[in-house]
């Protein structure tokens, strides 16, 4: 984040999405220490829910962010199991896709907006997309956000 306040606003703007849909992020603390290492979860959006992985590189390698992902996937589908399950993953992020891979998802193209930095990004995603053009669209947010 880029201040206090705007990790402030993040964490405000989630624990209320959590609040009205029973499931959002969470913070990913080592068992051993409680060191914080990361967050992630899934996120209801409209037509989908949000998978989101964010761990610090220094426990890269170790398995935690599929933890956290097949975690947030359990619950996201045992809350709404109609719902898909969509994972926006930056074209040459090779661990994030490799984690997608591990939980089912398949890459299903290049969406037509650019992320953070002009990076391009793909939708994975639990199945097929609707025939909806703008579900292949990235959801507008306010504020800068690194994807899984």
Do not use: C
């Not at 402030?8 to 499931?23: K, P």
């Not at 947030?72 to 809350?79: G, M, S, V």
């Amino acid at each position: 984040m880029e201040s206090l306040d705007a990790s402030r606003a993040w964490i405000e703007r989630f624990s209320a999405r959590w609040a009205a849909n029973g499931l959002g992020y969470w913070i990913a603390r080592l068992r051993e220490t409680s060191t914080v290492i990361g967050v992630g979860g899934a996120d209801r959006r409209t037509e989908f829910w949000n998978l989101f992985y964010l761990i610090d590189w220094s426990h890269w390698g170790h398995g935690y962010a599929t933890e956290l992902a097949l975690a947030a996937r359990h619950q996201a589908a045992a809350l709404e199991p109609g719902l898909p399950i969509v994972a926006w993953i930056h074209r040459d992020n090779t661990g994030s896709q490799a984690i997608a891979r591990r939980l089912g998802l398949t890459d299903y193209g290049q969406l037509e907006a650019r992320h953070l930095g002009g990076q391009l990004t793909h939708r994975w995603a639990d199945r097929q997309p609707a025939a909806d053009p703008s579900i292949m669209k990235m959801p507008a947010r306010p504020g800068p956000r690194r994807s899984a």
